[in-house]
């Protein structure tokens, strides 16, 4: 997976919204040190079922910034998590099986 900056990140992951129903309210935006763990196991979703996406950036800073741009759009999720290691953001749209 490319390294992308924290703009091409966030247009990417915008873009995936945008593309699978730009409500923003209903996707959950995050950053995670294991996108797979923190999407498929802790928030429950459904690696076929429900829209989801997820993006390597230059360090947690990066990471941050995305997620915060993502909040800033209405996205749900919190701001503060994380550490360093922190170096990817995500995005996946809310569903009845989904834990937030």
Request: charged share 25%.
């Given at each position: 997976?490319?390294?992308?900056?924290?703009?091409?990140?966030?247009?990417?992951?915008?873009?995936?919204?945008?593309?699978?129903?730009?409500?923003?309210?209903?996707?959950?935006?995050?950053?995670?040190?294991?996108?797979?763990?923190r999407?498929?196991?802790?928030?429950?979703?459904?690696?076929?079922?429900?829209?989801?996406?997820?993006?390597?950036?230059?360090?947690?800073?990066?990471?941050?910034?995305?997620?915060?741009?993502?909040l800033?759009?209405?996205?749900?999720?919190?701001?503060?998590?994380?550490?360093?290691?922190?170096?990817?953001?995500?995005?996946?749209?809310?569903s009845?099986?989904?834990?937030?």
């Amino acid at each position: 997976m490319a390294i992308l900056s924290a703009k091409e990140t966030f247009d990417k992951i915008k873009s995936f919204i945008d593309d699978h129903n730009n409500n923003y309210p209903e996707w959950y935006a995050g950053i995670a040190s294991n996108p797979e763990e923190r999407l498929f196991k802790e928030h429950n979703v459904s690696k076929n079922a429900d829209p989801w996406i997820y993006q390597k950036c230059p360090n947690d800073q990066s990471a941050r910034s995305v997620e915060e741009a993502l909040l800033e759009l209405g996205c749900d999720g919190s701001a503060g998590g994380g550490d360093e290691s922190s170096i990817y953001a995500y995005a996946y749209r809310k569903s009845a099986n989904t834990n937030q």
